[in-house]
């Protein structure tokens, strides 16, 4: 079995980020305008502290998004992250409410983003590891969407290879799978998609390494032949077609 060559994908913050709902505009508007889009759902009555803080942290997460294109990514993190329980409670008011969980995810994958440009890698972990069921509903709700799939490839791609590093094989596997899947049912929709046989790619080598099962190994080994030849290995998978393949 090969050795581990890990690198973390941190997700493009211009990638499939979901917006936030509208804003509160009074107690009584409740959360309809975050709802009308993706559910029939009825609304919910907000108390005005409710929608005081709904407003605050929709307004913060706005900010974040706007650092975070600048570069300034410490601004990002001290803007949204004290945004984060609100926007858990909003999320949570209607769990079949997918604009809300997109805003959830979004904000996780932010947050997330940032630490890891700041080099806090140990943070990105728990708030991928939050943010991946979030988007696992966004995704759900709208395969077709290139975007969403891409982001929660990554997530899960990178929670595999973080549990990797931890020598705990058997938290790497699920989202290896997960991965796993989506990846290939999104191939199968958009076939010349790089990003999705990369993910492909990463996702066989994840399990291969997580069950030790060589059929994994063997079905990366035509993938990573395939995106060598059509000179489109990403950086994080290079080390890995040079291992399997020999260096070109």
Do not use: C
């Not at 009074?26 to 559910?39: G, H, P």
């Not at 650092?67 to 993190?77: L, P, R, W």
């Not at 699920?174 to 991965?179: D, H, L, W």
Request: hydrophobic share 45%.
């Amino acid at each position: 079995m090969m050795k581990s060559a890990i690198s973390v994908l941190f997700v493009s913050s211009a990638m499939a980020l979901a917006g936030a709902p509208a804003l509160a505009q009074d107690a009584a508007a409740a959360d309809s305008a975050a709802t009308a889009q993706t559910t029939q759902a009825p609304a919910t009555t907000l108390t005005p502290e409710q929608a005081e803080a709904q407003n605050k942290a929709i307004a913060d997460f706005t900010a974040a998004q706007q650092a975070q294109e600048a570069g300034n990514h410490a601004e990002t993190i001290a803007k949204l992250e004290p945004a984060l329980p609100v926007i858990k409670e909003i999320a949570g008011r209607d769990p079949a409410n997918i604009q809300n969980a997109g805003f959830y995810a979004s904000a996780l994958t932010i947050v997330a983003n940032s630490q890891g440009a700041l080099g806090n890698i140990d943070a990105i972990a728990p708030l991928y590891t939050e943010a991946a069921p979030q988007w696992t509903k966004v995704y759900q709700a709208d395969k077709a969407n290139a975007g969403v799939r891409g982001t929660l490839v990554s997530i899960l791609v990178n929670l595999g290879n973080f549990s990797l590093n931890k020598q705990d094989k058997a938290a790497a596997k699920p989202n290896f799978e997960q991965a796993l899947a989506i990846a290939k049912e999104g191939r199968a929709a958009d076939p010349t998609s790089a990003d999705l046989a990369n993910a492909e790619f990463s996702s066989l080598i994840g399990l291969n390494q997580s069950t030790g099962e060589s059929s994994y190994l063997e079905a990366a080994k035509p993938l990573g032949a395939e995106l060598r030849e059509k000179g489109t290995v990403s950086a994080a998978n290079k080390p890995a077609v040079d291992a399997i393949l020999g260096a070109a």
